[in-house]
C-alpha cells in the first residue's frame, strides 16, 4: 500500500487565505447590499426629501420635471426640467430659476459619518430670471438649521437675466464657468467665475468668499474677493466710447460692499470731438448690490498732464427710471489744452494754460443725446494762456498794446497782425492772458456768467452763451482800457471815437468800452457793442 502525502502547508494556507477572502467578499457584498437597500428604504435623494432640502435653502417651490435616482458608482440623483417658483408670484410669470439637468453625487461613507453632505451637485443649463424691481413674491419659510452641505457646485454655462423697468431688453450675464465650494446654509463658502458682464460688454473673473446666507435679509450677507474687468465696450454709453479694463478687491455686505481699485482706458475719446487720450484711475467706491447703487467716494483720474478728483453716486431715485449721475468734479493746476481736445473738434485744442475748476455735474438718465442729458454748475480759472493759432493770439497781444496806449504800426512790409502771428509762431507759449468765470450747463447751452479777460493794460468782463451742439457764441459786456478810447485805434478810426472819449471816461485814465464776442467757436467775431453803448448812454 502507498502511504497518503501529507499536505503541502503553502497549499493550506493558500486555501485558508481564499475562504477568508470569500467570507470578507461576502461579507462586504452583504453590508454593500444591505446599505443600498437602507438607501433605497431611507434615502437622502428620494424626489421628496431633495425637493424639501432644496426649498429651505432656497425658499422656492421646486418642481422636477423627471426625477430618478442613482446607485453606482456613488449614490445620488438625477433630476430634470426642475423649476423654482416664488409663493405668491404672479400667473403666468416666468419661473425665477429653472435648470435643465441637475446632478447629485454623494458617497456612501458619508452618508453614515456625514449625515446631509453631498460631494458634489451640477447644475447643466442653468437660468436665472429676475424681474424688474427684484424677485417678488412670498418666500418660503426658511429653516436656519439646514444640514445641506455641499462640497463643490458647478454651474457651467449659467445665465442671469435681470429686468429693467424701462421696457429695454434684460440684462443678460453668461457665465463661462461658475464653481462654489464648501456651500452650507449657516457657513462661509468660497466661489470662483468668469463670466460675460450685460452692460457695458466685456469680461468678468472673480474669486471669493460669500455667506453664511442670510435669507430673510440679503443685504446683510458678507461677501469679499477680488475682480478684474477686461476689455468693456464704452460705446454702449451715449456720447463717448472706449476700452475699459479694471481690476481691484472688494468686501463687505451686499447692501455695501466696499470696492478698491484701477482703471485703464487706453482709447477714451467724447464722439463728438474723436480725440482718443488714455485715461487712468483709482478709486475707492460702495456698491448697493440689491438696487445696483454706487457711492463714489474717492476717484482720482489722470490724463495728459492734467489730473481730476471726482466724488459722487450713481443711484436711482423714486419715480424716475435708470439711474442719475450726479459727481464733483475738481482740476487743480491742470492743463487747459487737455480738457479742451477732449470736446474741441478740431485737430489741436485751440489754447494752452493752466486751468482749476469745481463744478457738480449731473447726467441724468432719459435716453436722450449726451449732450442734453448732461447738467453742469461750476466756477472755472485760467491762468498764463494762449491761443495756439498764432494770427489769433496776435490779435490779443495787439489787443495789449493798443489798451496800454503803445503805438502800433507797420514794418518790414508787414502789417502788425502779421508780425505778431510770425512772432507768435516762433513761440507758442507766448502767455498773456487769465481768465475766470462761472458756468452753467443744461440742454447743450453752456451760460456764462461773471467771465473775466486780463491782459495787460486791458480787463473785459462779459456774460453770455456758448451752443455746444452749433457752436454759436453770443458773449456782451465791458472791456476797460488803461489808454483812451481814441486811443486804442489808430488812424482815420481813431479820429472819429475822439468825441466819445468823455463817454467812457472813469475817474482815472483809460476807457470803458461796450464790446461783442459772436459767431462759432471756429470763426469768432470780435467788436464795438453798439447796444451796449446805447445802454451805457
Not at 473673473?205 to 465696450?233: C, M, R
Not at 436711482?316 to 477732449?342: F, H
Not at 502771428?421 to 462761472?438: F, T
Request: net charge positive.
Amino acid at each position: 500500500m502507498r502511504k497518503k502525502s501529507k499536505p503541502n502547508k503553502s497549499g493550506l494556507r493558500r486555501r485558508h487565505r481564499f475562504r477568508w477572502l470569500l467570507w470578507v467578499a461576502g461579507a462586504v457584498g452583504v453590508f454593500a447590499c444591505a446599505l443600498v437597500i437602507g438607501v433605497v428604504i431611507k434615502s437622502p435623494f428620494a424626489q421628496g426629501k431633495v425637493a424639501q432640502d432644496l426649498e429651505e435653502t432656497v425658499r422656492a417651490k421646486v418642481t422636477f420635471g423627471k426625477f430618478r435616482m442613482t446607485y453606482f458608482p456613488h449614490p445620488g440623483c438625477v433630476a430634470e426640467n426642475v423649476t423654482f417658483s416664488r409663493a405668491g408670484s404672479p400667473e403666468n410669470s416666468p419661473p425665477l430659476v429653472t435648470v435643465q439637468r441637475v446632478e447629485i453625487e454623494a458617497h456612501y461613507a458619508d452618508i453614515i459619518a456625514r449625515p446631509g453632505y453631498v460631494a458634489l451637485v451640477k447644475l447643466n443649463g442653468l437660468r436665472v430670471q429676475v424681474p424688474a424691481g427684484g424677485a417678488g413674491g412670498e418666500a418660503s419659510p426658511s429653516n436656519e438649521n439646514s444640514q445641506v452641505r455641499v462640497g463643490e457646485i458647478v454651474a457651467d454655462g449659467a445665465v442671469l437675466e435681470v429686468a429693467r423697468s424701462d421696457g429695454k431688453a434684460p440684462l443678460r450675464f453668461e457665465m463661462h464657468s461658475l464653481t462654489v465650494r464648501s456651500f452650507a446654509h449657516d457657513s462661509e463658502w468660497s466661489y470662483r467665475v468668469s463670466m460675460k458682464n450685460a452692460e457695458p460688454v466685456g469680461e468678468i473673473t472673480s474669486q471669493g468668499k460669500f455667506g453664511p446666507l442670510n435669507t430673510d435679509d440679503l443685504v446683510t450677507t458678507p461677501l469679499s474677493g477680488t475682480y478684474k474687468f477686461q476689455n468693456a465696450d464704452l460705446s454702449i454709453f451715449s456720447g463717448i466710447a472706449g476700452t475699459l479694463s479694471s481690476a481691484g478687491d472688494f468686501a463687505g455686505k451686499l447692501g455695501e460692499i466696499g470696492v478698491h481699485g484701477t482703471i485703464d482706458i487706453p482709447d477714451f475719446q467724447v464722439l463728438r470731438s474723436k480725440h482718443p487720450v488714455h485715461v487712468t484711475s483709482r478709486f475707492s467706491a460702495a456698491v448697493n448690490a440689491k438696487n445696483g447703487d454706487v457711492l463714489l467716494k474717492q476717484v482720482e483720474s489722470s490724463f495728459l498732464h492734467t489730473s481730476i478728483g471726482t466724488s459722487g453716486s450713481v443711484a436711482g431715485k423714486a419715480g424716475q427710471k435708470g439711474k442719475t449721475t450726479s459727481v464733483d468734479v475738481e482740476v487743480n493746476n491742470g492743463r487747459i489744452q487737455d480738457l479742451l481736445v477732449l470736446l474741441a473738434s478740431t485737430k489741436h485744442a485751440p489754447m494752452n494754460g493752466a486751468t482749476s475748476f469745481k463744478a457738480h455735474v449731473t447726467l441724468l438718465p432719459l435716453g436722450r443725446p449726451f449732450l442734453k442729458e448732461l447738467v453742469m454748475r461750476g466756477d472755472f480759472g485760467v491762468v498764463d494762456a494762449a491761443f495756439r493759432k498764432p494770427s489769433r493770439q496776435a490779435q490779443v497781444e495787439e489787443l495789449s498794446e493798443r489798451a496800454s496806449g503803445a503805438k502800433t504800426g507797420k514794418g518790414n512790409g508787414k502789417d502788425k497782425s502779421e508780425a505778431k502771428a510770425d512772432a507768435a509762431a516762433d513761440d507758442p507759449e507766448n502767455v498773456v492772458m487769465n481768465l475766470k468765470g462761472h458756468l452753467e450747463l443744461r440742454e447743450g447751452l453752456a451760460k456764462f456768467s461773471e467771465l473775466t479777460f486780463n491782459v495787460p493794460g486791458a480787463a473785459a468782463r462779459m456774460a453770455g452763451t456758448y451752443n455746444l451742439e452749433n457752436e454759436q457764441i453770443d458773449f456782451h459786456g465791458t472791456l476797460k482800457t488803461d489808454a483812451e478810447l481814441s486811443q486804442d485805434t489808430t488812424g482815420t478810426k481813431s479820429a472819429l471815437l475822439k468825441p466819445l472819449n468823455p463817454l467812457f471816461k472813469r475817474k482815472k485814465a483809460g476807457a470803458v468800452i461796450p464790446v461783442k464776442m459772436t459767431g462759432t467757436y471756429h470763426d469768432p467775431s470780435f467788436g464795438f457793442d453798439v447796444v451796449g453803448a446805447a445802454k451805457a448812454k
